[in-house]
């Protein structure tokens, strides 16, 4: 029912596969859309996500 399909990643550029076994993993999850990143794009998001700010403080820009 499902075959590998190539994708482009939206961050990087480079090609990766976007496998029959997890396509069906997102089927069954009921996630609709397919990815769009590759796995170290994808790695390097939630790297990101997982930084604090600063100990949480706000900048005042307006003093």
Excluded: H, L, W
Excluded at 23 to 49: H, I, M, S
Aim: aromatic share 12%; with cysteine.
């Amino acid at each position: 029912m499902y075959e590998d399909k190539a994708i482009v990643c939206k961050d990087c550029g480079s090609e990766f596969t976007f496998t029959a076994g997890e396509q069906q993993f997102y089927a069954e999850k009921g996630f609709d859309n397919e990815p769009k990143k590759c796995k170290e794009c994808r790695q390097k998001a939630k790297r990101g996500f997982s930084r604090p700010n600063n100990g949480g403080q706000r900048r005042s820009y307006d003093r």
